[in-house]
DNA sequence: CTTGCAACCGACCGCCGGGTATGTAACCCT
DNA sequence: AGGGTTACATACCCGGCGGTCGGTTGCAAG
């Protein structure tokens, strides 16, 4: 068999298998066994391209997640001065991802992954802690600058906080998948989602 | 050394000493070995009390988390028809404990010892998932039926979804304590409290 | 006082975890 | 063409894990 070489195309899978792990298992509970397996790939290529496993989860994290939270909430909010209805749109897509997604793999059934790190790493390892803060600092700053502009150009009420409302919103967003996955029911999940985007209207000037 | 029995407290310091390692490592790390140790017991009194890992977990969620969450949440919210500065009340509470509790133990460290639960365990575990389940829904049922009172006795807004509320409520509980720790800095957190108590100002009637 | 059992002790076990050492084949450069 | 390096593969190692098991001892009932 020809074997064919691609490290770009390697490391990316070891990084989506990691990413797949993880979410399920957690990183403590997280096997290497089971993610060279998923990717296909063995442990020697997992640790030629990563120091370690939490070398893994650090990547994982960087390079996963937080272009995905970039994508998701720093980007739209850059590009607005009018951040209450971004972010109800935000929560909007959120919602149908919710119904698209298959059983085992989605928000309702695993939570969200940065939380779920949060929750499990934060108090472990500095590393991750400091990933995590950065990650969700960064989140925040894009809520709150956003808020504030919005707040400049009077299309947000002048009487809140936008650091406080900023991290609300991202532990509102934290908790409501965190508990979500408990109930399993889309019916609770969806409960919070429309409280939240009561509140957010609440913001409105 | 004439050794005293008392099983009762034995099984206690057994609980609390799980709830602690638990706590601080998660379920899947968290060491029989170091519970044992600091319980200042052995593995063979362990597995006298509890058939394994697992109901020991199940029994910190049972005996510890479920009779907190009632006297926290669940009785204080049952005694009143105005639930909206109990509720004050509680996050005001629990803003003290922030303050008082000692580094590595407490809320601004390890986050909310629920949601670590529920983040970690709640997809691998039917048994944790349905016993989370049924303390988040008693928590949620308690803020909810409390809220339903106070809009019949008109001092809560009678267009607000109880439940939809009670949901959003107990999660941002969960991503407060859960992003918090990530940040270690108790100016966070309390931002974030501060938004949830203006929130909870704009459900009076 | 004895008997019986619950409470507890602690050495031991098998397994699986992350990590490593060594080998080999593909690829790059000159 | 060939040597060097990168990119993998495979077999192996060791520690710590949850769990077990035979033994001992406090203690209450008869």
Redesign the interface.
């Known amino acids: 068999m020809p074997r064919r070489r691609d490290p770009a195309r390697t490391r990316r899978k070891l990084l989506a298998a990691g990413y797949r792990e993880f979410y399920?298992?957690?990183f403590?509970?997280g096997s290497l066994k089971r993610i060279v397996e998923s990717a296909g790939i063995t442990k020697g290529a997992l640790f030629h391209h990563f120091a370690g496993k939490k070398e893994l989860g650090y990547a994982v994290l960087e390079e996963f997640l937080y272009p995905a939270v970039k994508s998701w909430w720093v980007e739209p909010l850059a590009a607005s001065d009018d951040p209450v209805p971004v972010m109800q749109s935000i929560f909007g897509r959120f919602r149908k991802l919710l119904d698209q997604e298959k059983a085992?793999e989605g928000y309702l059934?695993?939570?969200c992954p940065i939380?779920?790190y949060?929750?499990?790493m934060?108090?472990?390892d500095d590393g991750f802690?400091e990933r995590?803060?950065r990650l969700?600092?960064a989140w925040?700053r894009a809520i709150s600058t956003a808020l504030k502009r919005g707040q400049d150009a009077g299309r947000v009420r002048a009487d809140?906080?936008p650091?406080?409302?900023a991290?609300?919103?991202?532990?509102?967003?934290?908790?409501?998948a965190?508990?979500?996955?408990?109930?399993?029911k889309a019916a609770?999940f969806h409960?919070?989602l429309?409280?939240?985007d009561?509140?957010l209207e609440?913001l409105r000037a």
Chains 1, 2 share one sequence.
């Open positions: 399920r298992h957690g403590q509970g085992e059934f695993n939570g939380c779920n949060a929750a499990e934060a108090p472990l802690r995590l803060d969700y600092t925040r809140i906080r650091a406080d409302e991290a609300f919103l991202v532990a509102a967003f934290a908790g409501t965190a508990t979500g996955k408990v109930t399993r609770s409960g919070a429309r409280a939240i009561r509140h609440g």
